[in-house]
C-alpha cells in the first residue's frame, strides 16, 4: 500500500490478557518509530527500529511490553497482562531511513480499550 | 530532557480570522521543530518543519518561524477555513544518542473553525 498501516484498527480485551499489535511500513522504509497516544500522558514515543534493531527500549513503559521486527519491514508491539492504564491509541511511523528522521510518516493508529 | 510547550486550547475562531498558536520547547542540543495536524478521524500528517534557527517552515497557508533566540516555533495563519478544523501538535526531534529521530510532542490544541 501507499501509506503506513496498521491493525487492528480497535482491539478490546480484557485486563490480563496479552494483546498483539502490528505496523506494516512505508515499502522501502527501513526506520520504524512506535508512538503512544493517551489523554493523561498525550504523545509518547515508545521505540524505534533502523531494519531489525532496537538500539533503545527505554521508552517502552514496563517490561510488558515488547516490540519486534523481522525481515526489515513489518514490526509488532506485544502487550502482556494488559492493564487498564494500556487503554490508548497505538501509531506506527516509519522514515526512509534513521538519518531522513525528519520524515516520519504516521499510520492511523489501534485503538486499544483494556475492560 | 526535552520537552514542548503549547498554548492550551481549544482555540474557536470564525472563518478568515488570524490564527496564532503558540509552541516553546526546552532542548540540549540542536533539534528540528515540527508541526503536525491530525483531522477528525484521520491519522497524523506532518504540517510543516524547520531544521535550524532562523528557518521558515510553511504549507497550506500555514507558517512557523524556528527562533531559537526565545526557544519558539509558534504557528500562524492568515486567513482560517472551516477544513482548518483539527488538533495540532508542535514537537521536536534530535539526531545522535539511542533515541534518534525520536519525536516530543506538546500536549495538543484543538481548533475549531466556524463558518
Known amino acids: 500500500g501507499a501509506g503506513v498501516s496498521q491493525s487492528p484498527s480497535n482491539k478490546v480485551t480484557e485486563k490480563g490478557k496479552d494483546v498483539e499489535l502490528r505496523c506494516d511500513p512505508i515499502?522501502?522504509?527501513?526506520?520504524l518509530y512506535w508512538y503512544r497516544q493517551s489523554l493523561g500522558q498525550g504523545l509518547e514515543f515508545l521505540i524505534y527500529f533502523q531494519g531489525n534493531s532496537a538500539p533503545d527500549k527505554s521508552g517502552l513503559p514496563s517490561d510488558r511490553f515488547s516490540a519486534e521486527r523481522t525481515g526489515g519491514s513489518v514490526s509488532t508491539l506485544t502487550i502482556q497482562r494488559t492493564q487498564q492504564e494500556d487503554s490508548a491509541v497505538y501509531l506506527c511511523?516509519?522514515?526512509?531511513?534513521?538519518?531522513?528522521?525528519?520524515?516520519?510518516?504516521f499510520g492511523p493508529g489501534t485503538r486499544l480499550t483494556v475492560l | 530532557g526535552n520537552s514542548v510547550t503549547q498554548m492550551e486550547g481549544p482555540v474557536t475562531l470564525s472563518e478568515e480570522a488570524f490564527l496564532t498558536i503558540n509552541c516553546t520547547y526546552t532542548a540540549t542540543g540542536y533539534p528540528s521543530l515540527f508541526w503536525y495536524v491530525q483531522y477528525p478521524g484521520e491519522g497524523l500528517q506532518l504540517l510543516l518543519k524547520a531544521t535550524k534557527a532562523d528557518d521558515k517552515g510553511s504549507n497550506k497557508g500555514f507558517e512557523a518561524t524556528y527562533r531559537k533566540e526565545t526557544t519558539s516555533f509558534h504557528l500562524e495563519k492568515g486567513s482560517v477555513q472551516v477544513s482548518d478544523s483539527a488538533v495540532y501538535f508542535c514537537a521536536l526531534s534530535e539526531a545522535g544518542g539511542t533515541s534518534y529521530g525520536k519525536l516530543t510532542f506538546g500536549q495538543g490544541t484543538i481548533l475549531t473553525v466556524h463558518p
Open positions: 511511523a516509519s522514515s526512509l531511513d534513521i538519518r531522513n528522521y525528519n520524515e516520519q510518516f
Open positions: 515499502s522501502g522504509h527501513t526506520a
